[in-house]
């Protein structure tokens, strides 16, 4: 099994960087968010939350990875940038599941969900928030 990440930037929502990895999401985060983490610094203090994608095989998510880099080209991802158009269409949109959320100031999009399970939600969510129960925030 392997992954394919994303860090999320707290401020703008956009995809500052995608990454893969083959061994357990905890371990690839605690090497990326450590003193020796290989992106700048200025990276890691604007992730607000990172989703990933599990994949069946790390071919699969060698292959997923470049799409998406070359999809959405983050600022902080320099390898597999290609200028040609991509000819792929990959649809797993829906498939990233959320991680972590690192910053609280984040903006929080809520899947689509039907209407009356709209209401539910958004009523549960105003109750905790209400009572003063905040998102769960992990400082490194």
Do not use: Q
Request: proline share 4%; aromatic share 20%.
């Amino acid at each position: 099994m392997a992954y394919v990440y994303r860090f999320l930037d707290y401020r703008t929502n956009d995809i500052i960087y995608i990454g893969k990895t083959k061994r357990s999401l905890e371990t690839r985060m605690y090497e990326h968010f450590s003193k020796g983490g290989h992106l700048p610094n200025k990276c890691y203090n604007s992730v607000g939350r990172i989703e990933y994608i599990v994949c069946k095989t790390e071919a699969d998510a060698i292959l997923i990875e470049n799409y998406f880099i070359n999809k959405y080209k983050p600022v902080y991802n320099i390898e597999y940038k290609v200028e040609s158009p991509l000819t792929l269409n990959i649809n797993i949109k829906d498939s990233w599941k959320l991680f972590k959320i690192i910053k609280k100031g984040f903006t929080f999009t809520p899947p689509s969900l039907p209407k009356l399970t709209d209401f539910l939600f958004w009523g549960f969510l105003a109750y905790f928030f209400l009572i003063g129960i905040a998102w769960y925030v992990i400082e490194f």
